[in-house]
């Protein structure tokens, strides 16, 4: 092989060459043949083709997987495991309200998914989904229109605003409720809570200070 690699290095490709089928061949010492087991002693592994005469690996189809180990625990079974919370995934996945649907309401209207299914201007939506998200697809013509959704395409509400219109950002968790009233309620919710902790603090140090007292 080395010899071969050696007469192919000072081989030049001339400038007209055209790559094809009948042009290219590999390079020398890339491809090799194939060891032939099981055709006779004379070839070197005729047989037992190398793999020994007795013994679990010797036999057709003999081997184990891998991790195994001869009946004993394995390894990755005496290892510890890591115990995480079992969190799914955060993918989010959104029924899609397109910008040409709000061209068949009203003017100076609020629109909503539920007002557009009882109207019939958009279907039922999948099992499991309940986000809706507005797409800037086509143009729209109504002006002053208040679109409440849980997500908008940056299209969708640049042409919404342009004709004076205004979009709402709906909580996701709470329904017909807008995501920064949810927002703050969550805060207000929170300082409750941090407040309540505080008093029970307070009162842990008192009876612990009345015990020692007692004492």
């Known amino acids: 092989d080395w ?7 000072p081989i030049v490709i001339p400038p007209n060459f055209e790559l094809s089928t ?28 190398g793999k ?4 679990q690996n010797s036999r057709k189809g003999g081997g184990t997987r891998p991790g195994f180990e001869g009946g004993q625990t394995p390894l990755y079974r005496r290892l510890p495991k890591i115990k995480r919370p079992q969190r799914g995934h955060t993918k989010k996945i959104y029924e899609i ?12 209207t609020e629109v909503d998914a539920d007002r557009l299914l009882e109207e019939r201007l958009i279907t039922k939506p999948n099992k499991g989904r309940k986000l809706y998200k507005v797409l800037g697809d086509g143009e729209l013509a109504v002006q ?3 679109v409440r959704a849980h997500a908008f395409t940056t299209s969708a509400r640049a042409k919404i605003e342009a004709q004076n219109g205004t979009c709402i ?3 996701p968790t709470r329904k017909g409720v807008p995501l920064a009233q949810a927002v703050a309620d969550r805060a207000v919710i929170k300082a409750a809570n941090l407040v309540k902790l505080k008093s029970l603090r307070l009162l842990k140090q008192k009876t612990k200070l009345a015990k020692e007292n007692n004492e």
């Open 169 to 171: 950002l709906m909580s």
């Open 144 to 146: 002053n229109v208040t």
């Open 22 to 49: 009948k042009t290219i061949f590999p390079i020398p010492g890339s491809r090799k043949k194939p060891k032939r087991i099981g055709r006779g002693y004379g070839a070197g592994q005729g047989g037992s083709c």
């Open 3 to 9: 010899k071969k690699r050696a007469a192919f290095d």
């Open 97 to 108: 309200i397109k910008l040409q649907v709000l061209n068949l309401v009203g003017p100076n």
């Open 52 to 55: 020994g005469m007795r013994g």
